[in-house]
């Protein structure tokens, strides 16, 4: 309402001022500049304020043209019939001029307003997306969590599930049983069998919540180094001596460059590592084969570590994802050996102990193309004597 | 030797294979051990145990392949091994006709009495014939010419569908039997998604069966599986 009302004010004013400023002048400005003039008013009100606001600027325009410029002045008559062309000519092209303009006024007016209107829908179409996608996310997010609850579920309940029917069967023998089974006393040589299982995989359960906590510790970034100067040889040799247990049918090679400098790690920790990749090594290849362990100084100053094996080697497209946390290459548990299987968290806490130390961990196929060799690689640190975070968090497990 | 029941266990976690060998042995059963599916079904194949107890998830052939093959050239009882989680493939296991399941971790007793149970149902479906025109089971007395039921011997009188129900039940005392089982054998194909039918027909049955019964309970629910009858005694 306002801008109409501003509208017809506008057109008011613009005819009056073009008549005040030429009225006087009439005598010197010939007919056509003052007929151009009103038209000048009626496009300047119809691109501002639309086609009836111009359309009253015409009327005007015609009226004042008339009354004050054509002969007889000051009269709503006309002299020469020339005249009335003229007046004719002028109202119809104000007209014109008028509805034209104010058309292509609405007409930038729609399309402004569709673009704008286009803006915000491509905005409100971009942020449906993005909730989506996060959505999207979360969901793959929440799966990843199920899978790895699980793992981690399967990984607690087998030990149990065996501890659980260990027991209740020597429970039985203690207790009685029910009045339908014939009485039979387990033999001593089942006694100790049972308590066996109930022995190892108790070890196993403890291993296994051993090994969540470091890879927990890993991936909140809390596993503190308790850096210390030391010899390669000898975490080597504290790695295989644990191992023993499972290289006994095995060919141990050590192959150690002579003159390594010391290294600045928390040996534990890297020991830890070579005893995860030797017991793996002696798990996934049969029982007499060789395996090889080598250190020596490589080209960009890294102490490079590697174990390798002479078994069935891991497929090109699965050697990152054994590092995966819970991933398994293969499922163990051969029937006729009594070996634990694996918990799938090994070689995820040996990359997370190794890329602490700021190295780097891999899998190559081994020499001969037979087999596996993981290697790690391990700065000398020969700087730096600064202490960091001596007692917090040490490793929880010894896998 | 002979006269031992067989067990086969099929299993690829030694632990539990080494467990379980000792304490079914120990009650006077033949056991032998296959790590996996494909060396449970050669076992099977070579040596015929009277019964099969197998875990699920397994390499090379998994429980409900292994249960699949076996049913294939056996009705002999299959008792499964499951744990929290695998809900689906164990009544998938149930629907191709395994016969009861044990939930890990399990207590010794609780699988030698499904052990037992499936034996004896096993060494007596041989006695339960279409030519007999009466069923004993339990508190069950079945006359399927005049189709009079007595529970305890009170008389009960049931609808036909809730007639074929019972005496579908009966015959399978002791199994479970998925709600998949249920609808095919008494409605057919065409019914096996509509669990409700089966609920509401089940609750009327229970209604006629177990009032006067003392508390007792003839049809159990196995929750989220299906139903297991037992006639009593």
Partial sequence: MNLKGAGYFGAVVGTTVVTALMAPFHEQINSTTVALAFLLVVLFVALFWGSRPALLASVLGMFCFNFFFLPPLYTLSIAHPPNWVALTAFFTTALAVGQLSARARRKAQEAEAGRREIERLYQELQAVFERASQAEALRQSERLKSALLDAVTHDLRTPLTSIKASITTLLDEVRGRSPEEPLVTLDSESRLEMMEVIDEESDRLNRFIGGLIDLARIEAGELHLRRRWGAVDEIISTALTRAEPFTKGHEVEVDIESELPVVRVDERAVSEVVYTLVENAAKYSPGIAKIRISAARSDDGMIKMSVEDQGEGIAVDLRERVFDKFFRATRDGDISTHQPSGTGMGLAIAKGIVEAHDGNIWIESATGGKGTRVVFTLPVGDEEPTEQAESSAPLASKL | ?233
């Fill in chain 2, 1 to 233: 030797m002979s006269d031992k029941p067989r067990i086969l266990v099929v299993d690829d976690e030694a632990q539990l294979t080494r467990v379980l060998r000792t304490g079914l042995s120990s009650r006077g059963y033949d056991v032998r051990a296959a790590a996996d599916g494909l060396a449970g079904f050669e076992t099977f194949s070579d040596w015929h145990p009277d019964l099969v107890i197998t875990d699920l998830a397994m390499p090379n052939m998994d429980g409900l392949e292994l249960c699949r093959r076996l049913r294939a050239i056996s009705q002999v009882p299959i008792i499964i091994l499951s744990a929290k989680g695998e809900e689906k493939i164990k009544v998938e296991a149930l629907d191709i006709g395994a016969d009861d399941f044990v939930t890990k971790p399990f207590g010794i007793d609780e699988l030698l009495a499904r052990v037992r149970a499936s034996l004896r149902r096993a060494n007596s479906q041989v006695s339960i014939e279409i030519t007999q025109t009466v069923l004993d089971a339990g508190d069950f007395h079945v006359d399927l010419e005049s189709r009079n039921v007595t529970v305890r011997g009170r008389e009960i009188r049931l609808t036909p569908k809730e007639f074929d129900l019972l005496i579908y039940f009966i015959n399978h005392s002791g199994k479970v039997l998925t709600h998949h089982t249920l609808l095919a054998a008494i409605w057919g194909g065409d019914y096996v998604e509509q669990d409700q039918y089966l609920r509401v027909f089940i609750g009327n049955l229970r209604k006629k069966l177990e009032t006067d019964a003392e508390g007792k309970s003839y049809i159990l629910t196995e929750p989220w599986v299906g139903y297991r009858f037992q006639p009593g005694e």
